[in-house]
Each structure stands twice: as structure tokens, then as C-alpha cells.
């Protein structure tokens, strides 16, 4: 007599990964808006948001850029990610525009000490108000900052941003692996999980296109 299969030689299933959190477009232009630009530190926060959102720098690789990573004549910046590894990501028009406004002397030159406390401030692209390099905790907190003023109530995070980015390359059309190298992700497996589809869409084209509906 054949005995019953049991449970314990069956595979625990596997949780659904994670969707990472995106914003939706609207949302993006809002947040972009959000900033005063008749400031110097609002110049800077509208370039940051408009250069994470235009990169989807890690908020990490944001704050240490420097001016001489910048090409904006070719709308490109120099970036070290994990591991030191150095990549090439492009920025468009809008980012380069906040930039040159922040590069103005109405921006950054205001907020340039007399005299830097570290030697290496002097090279950063994001200066705070006191005249130091910005730090990541003040990077996130601007983010949140204009999160709540343009009315996004979920939390808003650089790295929601970063997702955003990737998200919105990939609903346009972009190819995975362009979007991968772009990010600074080691495997495509990373970049895949911003490929998700809306499920009312495929559930349509399934019904479409399979032989037995």
C-alpha cells in the first residue's frame, strides 16, 4: 500500500518580494516645485531633489559629490558607489538648470565660509548653512521637509526617490539593463523588482493572448 505523501518534504513557499515605494508623477513635480528658490539654501534643495530624482543617486553618493566630478556643459556627474565602485550617470535639463542656478552667486557663494573647517569642503557641490559639506541626516531631512510641503503624506525618503527614478526609466521604456548600470546595482535581479506592471494590465493581456483563457 503507497503511504499518504506528508508536508514535510514540501518547499516552504516564497514570499512575494517587496515593491519598493514610488511616487507618482504628479507627486514628483510637486515635490520639485516645492522649494524656494529666492534663497540660497532653497536653490540647494532644488537642485539636490532635482539631481536625485534626475540620477537616482544613493543619498551616500549625493552628499560627496564635488564640483569636479560635474560636466555640466554634457549634463554628466562622476559618483563612487558600493565598494568605491565609480560610475558615469547623466542628468537632463531640469537638473542641470537647478544646478547652475545653485552655482550662481545668488546660491552656494553665500553660503561659502570665511574660512573652511575642513579641506575638503570647499570641493562639495552641497554646502550647509554653515558652510560644511551637508551630511546625510540633513539631506534626508530636506527631502522629508518638502515631502510634507508639497502634501505627501506617506514617508518620503531619498531613497523613495532613488525607486522613483528607476521606476519611472523602466514605465518609459528604458531597458532594464541600462537602468541597472545607471543605478549602480551589481545584479539585474536588483533592478528587475522596479518592473512591476499594474496587475489589472496583465490580467488583461493574459486573458488577451493565452490560448486558453
Same mark, same amino acid.
Request: proline share 6%; glycine share 6%.
Given at each position: 500500500?503507497?503511504?499518504?505523501?506528508?508536508?514535510?518534504?514540501?518547499?516552504?513557499?516564497? $514570499?512575494?518580494?517587496?515593491?519598493?515605494?514610488? $511616487?507618482?508623477?504628479?507627486?514628483?513635480?510637486?515635490?520639485?516645485?516645492?522649494?524656494?528658490?529666492?534663497?540660497?539654501?532653497?536653490?540647494?534643495?532644488?537642485?539636490?531633489?532635482?539631481?536625485?530624482?534626475?540620477?537616482? $543617486?544613493?543619498?551616500?553618493?549625493?552628499?560627496?559629490?564635488?564640483?569636479?566630478?560635474?560636466?555640466?556643459?554634457?549634463?554628466?556627474?562622476?559618483?563612487?558607489?558600493?565598494?568605491?565602485?565609480?560610475?558615469?550617470?547623466?542628468?537632463?535639463?531640469?537638473?542641470?538648470?537647478?544646478?547652475?542656478?545653485?552655482?550662481?552667486?545668488?546660491?552656494?557663494?553665500?553660503?561659502?565660509?570665511?574660512?573652511?573647517?575642513?579641506?575638503?569642503?570647499?570641493?562639495?557641490?552641497?554646502?550647509?548653512?554653515?558652510?560644511?559639506?551637508?551630511?546625510?541626516?540633513?539631506?534626508?531631512?530636506?527631502?522629508?521637509?518638502?515631502?510634507?510641503?508639497?502634501?505627501?503624506?506617506?514617508? $518620503?525618503?531619498?531613497?523613495?526617490?532613488?525607486?522613483?527614478?528607476?521606476?519611472?526609466?523602466?514605465?518609459?521604456?528604458?531597458?532594464?539593463?541600462?537602468?541597472?548600470?545607471?543605478?549602480?546595482?551589481?545584479?539585474?535581479?536588483?533592478?528587475?523588482?522596479?518592473?512591476?506592471?499594474?496587475?489589472?494590465?496583465?490580467?488583461?493581456?493574459?486573458?488577451?493572448?493565452?490560448?486558453?483563457?
Amino acid at each position: 500500500m503507497t503511504s499518504c505523501p506528508t508536508t514535510e518534504n514540501i518547499e516552504n513557499p516564497k $514570499l512575494w518580494t517587496t515593491l519598493p515605494k514610488s $511616487l507618482q508623477p504628479s507627486e514628483v513635480e510637486a515635490l520639485l516645485k516645492a522649494p524656494d528658490r529666492s534663497t540660497p539654501d532653497g536653490l540647494r534643495d532644488a537642485a539636490m531633489l532635482e539631481l536625485l530624482y534626475a540620477t537616482g $543617486l544613493r543619498v551616500s553618493e549625493l552628499i560627496h559629490v564635488k564640483i569636479e566630478d560635474l560636466v555640466m556643459d554634457a549634463g554628466f556627474l562622476r559618483t563612487f558607489g558600493k565598494g568605491s565602485k565609480e560610475r558615469i550617470v547623466p542628468f537632463g535639463s531640469s537638473a542641470a538648470e537647478a544646478l547652475e542656478e545653485w552655482f550662481s552667486p545668488r546660491g552656494r557663494a553665500r553660503l561659502v565660509p570665511a574660512q573652511w573647517r575642513r579641506r575638503d569642503d570647499a570641493e562639495a557641490v552641497f554646502l550647509n548653512t554653515r558652510g560644511g559639506r551637508l551630511s546625510r541626516q540633513a539631506a534626508w531631512l530636506v527631502v522629508k521637509k518638502y515631502g510634507e510641503r508639497a502634501g505627501i503624506t506617506e514617508h $518620503l525618503s531619498p531613497h523613495v526617490l532613488r525607486h522613483s527614478c528607476a521606476t519611472h526609466l523602466l514605465d518609459h521604456g528604458a531597458d532594464l539593463r541600462v537602468v541597472q548600470e545607471l543605478l549602480g546595482h551589481s545584479s539585474v535581479a536588483t533592478t528587475a523588482i522596479y518592473t512591476h506592471l499594474d496587475r489589472g494590465y496583465l490580467r488583461e493581456v493574459h486573458r488577451t493572448f493565452h490560448p486558453r483563457p
